[in-house]
């Protein structure tokens, strides 16, 4: 029997946009559809898969490939992957798009002054804060751009992640 590939869903943006809790919702709406669904959130697989590295550009770079290879393992498993990462560099997308066969990425966007008064972890408190006092890529041509200004619920913005899956209308 041939299994059906999963599909990654690549949530990106700042810390503290609402990342996970946005793949948290659309996990959800995927496991509605009886789908095997796979979770990674950045911060647990930073303390899992890359507790090892450090946060310069070659160390992230790093970690990154690492959040990739493993989507795709669980992918071509027949899992559904939902990622929640910062994921800070272009390389890292472009990588995704060149090995990942079905791919969406996900831009998720929020205001400066709701990501600091979401932040319970001090990560604007500190230093070398992406796309504060660390550069990044914002994703040119995400495939969903979706912005987190706290006015739609979660689940309104995974479904419009949804609207744009191959999984959605049959297509998976």
């Not at 560099?89 to 205001?111: D, G, M």
């Not at 660390?134 to 994703?139: A, S, V």
């Not at 912005?147 to 609207?163: C, F, H, K, M, S």
Request: with cysteine.
């Amino acid at each position: 029997m041939t299994r059906k590939r999963g599909v990654v869903h690549w949530i990106t943006g700042l810390p503290c946009v609402g990342k996970t809790v946005v793949g948290e919702a659309l996990a959800e709406r995927l496991r509605r559809d009886r789908l095997e669904v796979a979770l990674l959130d950045g911060d647990a697989m930073r303390t899992g898969l890359a507790q090892d590295l450090g946060y310069s550009r070659r160390d992230r770079l790093i970690a990154a490939g690492r959040y990739s290879r493993l989507s795709r393992l669980l992918c071509d498993q027949g899992q559904h992957v939902v990622v929640c990462t910062v994921s800070m560099f272009a390389e890292v997308w472009e990588w995704n798009r060149r090995h990942l066969e079905r791919y969406v990425e996900v831009y998720l966007v929020a205001p400066r002054s709701l990501r600091i008064a979401r932040d319970r972890r001090g990560v604007y408190g500190g230093r070398d804060v992406p796309g504060e006092d660390l550069p990044i890529d914002e994703p040119q041509h995400p495939d969903v751009f979706l912005e987190n200004d706290g006015a739609v619920a979660p689940a309104e913005l995974a479904a419009r992640i949804w609207a744009h899956s191959p999984l959605s209308n049959g297509r998976g």
